[in-house]
């Protein structure tokens, strides 16, 4: 199969450990289906025991999935620079109980995302997007560029093994010209190195009957697991909806 | 720049992803020819060299770091169109693989980085060049200055399409979404125009090293595909299609500034109404009003938008064909 072929290069994976774990195992489309309902209503709440409700779901997603907790705290971590500056504007202009909905607010649509992204091979993603008639182009480049990405990145770290091997320390300021200059050869670098084997893995993949489609690179069905993991979603989803525009009062 | 989910105002959100998905869909209907087979790969190594080159951070001063957007380097290597297709690549595995931005916000970050910073980082481009050339600068200094501008030009008006986002979500929600102009305005403008300053000079540094390394490495940014003849005959110049790029620019932010327009009294109303003055009868009355509710203003604003895009365009082309003739033989 073609997208074996390219899934399994590179040691570079982001999503080592989906494999190993029951979230993992589930259908892409049943996962792209529940975590967006979710995300969708968790970010338009604004009653705050609602948002506090939200967060205590994904909270529990987040646990329940069984992913390595520490993977999914370093990826939060790099989100939160973001979350923080809007919870402390909010928190300086409205008040600390606005402050505080707005960082669960947001954090209960990062955290389910997180589980996705760590919880789903990519091509089980990129072909779910397909199934979900997302354009070919789109889902194709996204299966050329995820493989590209482990290469440019493992020759990113070759050449800046051979940099600092050779004693470069610039770049520290915008005024210093040698080390930007050091910078820009390095990205340019990378690009002219990576285009000369993107093509020969071009080359490969059409010698392997590749016509430019993405396919699903195994069969998956839609089991009773996906079925109660979309609904739970749904239904939690729903609930919250329902509260926040007042129906249920 | 990444928009998490949560943050902005679901009107906000629901516009951003609507306008998207039309530039989303009219590029691919476009220029997806011209990313087919031999392009392919290509493309996808251009969207993988700028994914890894936002992984290299550089110093902003005051101990934090900027990272490269990439808009305008990717459009001056392979065209408008095909960045703002590579780009949403970039961001899409960005969202969904590193949970980078949100999928509600998708629609908003995809705006100001796959759209609005190519179409920014090609129009300036594009015209800056026809100006320094026109102007004899055809050095390696003036085609230094002028990469490096457009790179800035892009990543400044993407931050001020974000921090317009965020303001506007916070206006219309009351503050319970977004962040207070106050704030986001001069933070993200402040950071932005100093990242800024790093982008441009990377950007002109990688593309003066393709240029002289690897010339071919370029895709062609001229289209291939045939548009409406009258449209084609309009915009058959490069400049023209910058003016159009940064039209389109403009005209995307239109949806979001009718949604914060206020219908409070502008300047000169609030004067006369001060000093007891009464406005007198037209001498014509139009047939068209700027609307009451919100699509009726943004119909209208629309259509005046691109009334003055469209006699501003025909001009230029009278403007050219007129030159040309002054000095055929």
Same mark, same amino acid.
């Given at each position: ?7 399994? @290069? ?27 309902? %979710?995300?969708v209503?968790? !970010?338009i709440?604004?009653?705050?025991? &609602? ?6 779901? !994904? ?13 999914l ?10 979350i ?8 300086? %202009? ?6 505080? @909905? ?8 990062v ?7 760590a ?22 480049l996204?299966? &050329?560029? @995820? ?20 004693? %470069? ?10 080390? &930007?200059?050091?910078i ?11 285009i ?28 009773? &697991?996906d ?10 989803a ?5 509260? @926040? ?5 | ?13 629901a ?9 989303? *869909?009219?590029?691919?209907? /476009? ?14 190594? /251009? ?33 408008? =169109?095909?960045?703002?297709?590579g780009?949403?690549?970039? /961001?899409?595995?960005?969202?969904? =693989? ?14 100001? =980085? ?5 179409l ?8 800056l ?20 501008? +457009? +790179? ?13 986002? $965020? ?12 962040? +207070? ?32 390394? $690897? ?8 289209p291939?595909?045939?548009?409406l ?10 400049t ?11 005209a ?5 500034y ?33 609307g ?13 938008? /691109? ?13 050219? =064909?007129? *030159?040309?003739r002054?000095?055929?033989?």
């Open positions: 199969m073609i997208v074996v072929h390219v899934r399994s @290069q590179g040691n570079y994976r982001l999503d080592e450990h989906a494999s190993e774990v029951w979230f993992g195992k589930l259908d892409a489309r049943a996962k792209l289906a529940g975590v967006f309902a %979710f995300i209503v968790s !970010a709440l604004t009653r705050t025991e &609602l948002v506090f409700a939200s967060l205590a779901v !994904a909270l529990t997603m987040t646990v329940v999935s069984m992913l390595p907790l520490a993977h705290a370093k990826m939060y971590l790099a989100a939160l620079p973001f923080l500056l809007a919870s402390v504007s909010v928190f300086l %202009f409205g008040g600390w109980e606005r402050g505080i @909905q707005m960082w669960a607010r947001t954090s209960a649509c955290l389910p995302l997180l589980v996705l992204a919880g789903t091979e990519s091509f089980d993603l990129f072909s779910g997007l397909r199934r979900f008639r997302v354009p070919a182009i789109i889902t194709t996204l299966m &050329l560029t @995820q493989r590209y990405i482990q290469l440019l990145s493992e020759e990113l770290a070759r050449m800046t093994l051979a940099r600092k091997a050779r004693g %470069f320390t610039g770049g520290r300021s915008l005024l210093d010209r040698y080390g &930007l200059r050091i820009s050869c390095t990205a340019g670098m990378v690009l002219v190195r990576s000369g084997r993107g093509d020969r893995i071009y080359e490969g993949l059409k010698g392997k009957g590749f016509n430019g489609e993405l396919m699903p690179w195994k069969k998956s069905h839609i089991t009773l &697991l079925t109660s993991f979309v609904s739970s979603l749904v239904i939690v729903s609930v919250l909806l329902t509260l @926040q525009l007042g129906v249920a009062q | 720049m990444h928009i998490p989910d949560g943050l902005m105002d679901p009107t906000v959100s516009i951003g992803w609507i306008e998207f998905l039309v530039v989303l *869909g009219a590029v691919l209907l /476009l220029a997806g020819n011209r990313i087919k087979e031999k392009n392919l790969p290509r493309v996808a190594v /251009l969207s993988a060299g700028i994914f890894v080159a936002q992984m290299l951070n550089f110093p902003i001063g005051g101990g934090t770091t900027g990272h490269l957007v990439g808009g305008a380097l990717f459009a001056i290597i392979a065209g408008p =169109m095909v960045a703002v297709i780009m949403t690549v970039v /961001l899409l595995i960005q969202a969904l =693989m590193f949970g980078d931005g949100g999928i509600t916000a998708l629609g908003l970050n995809a705006l100001n =980085m796959a759209v609005i910073a190519p920014t980082g090609w129009g300036v481009y594009t015209l060049k026809t100006m320094t050339e026109k102007g004899g600068g055809k050095s390696s200094a003036a085609s230094g200055f002028v990469v490096g501008a +457009a +790179a800035w030009a892009s990543v400044f008006v993407a931050a001020a399409a974000c921090a317009a986002e $965020l303001a506007v979500s916070y206006a219309v929600s009351s503050g319970a979404y977004g962040i +207070a102009a106050t704030v986001s305005v001069p933070a993200m403008l402040g950071m932005h125009a100093v990242i800024g300053v790093g982008e441009g000079i990377i950007t002109a540094g990688v593309l003066a090293y393709l240029w002289s390394v $690897l010339p071919d490495a370029i895709t062609s940014a001229s291939t595909r045939k548009v003849p009258g449209l084609r005959a309009l915009m058959c110049g490069n023209a299609r910058a003016v159009v790029a940064i039209i389109v620019v403009f995307l932010a239109l949806p979001l009718f949604l914060y327009a206020s219908a409070g009294k502008d300047g000169l109303e609030k004067t006369m109404e001060n000093a007891n003055v009464a406005e007198g009868e037209p001498l014509i009355v139009s047939p068209f009003s700027y009451q509710d919100y699509f009726s203003a943004l119909f209208a604003g629309l259509l005046g938008f /691109l009334s003055v895009a469209l006699v501003a365009l025909g001009m230029m082309k009278l403007v050219r =064909m007129r *030159g040309s002054g000095t055929s033989p």
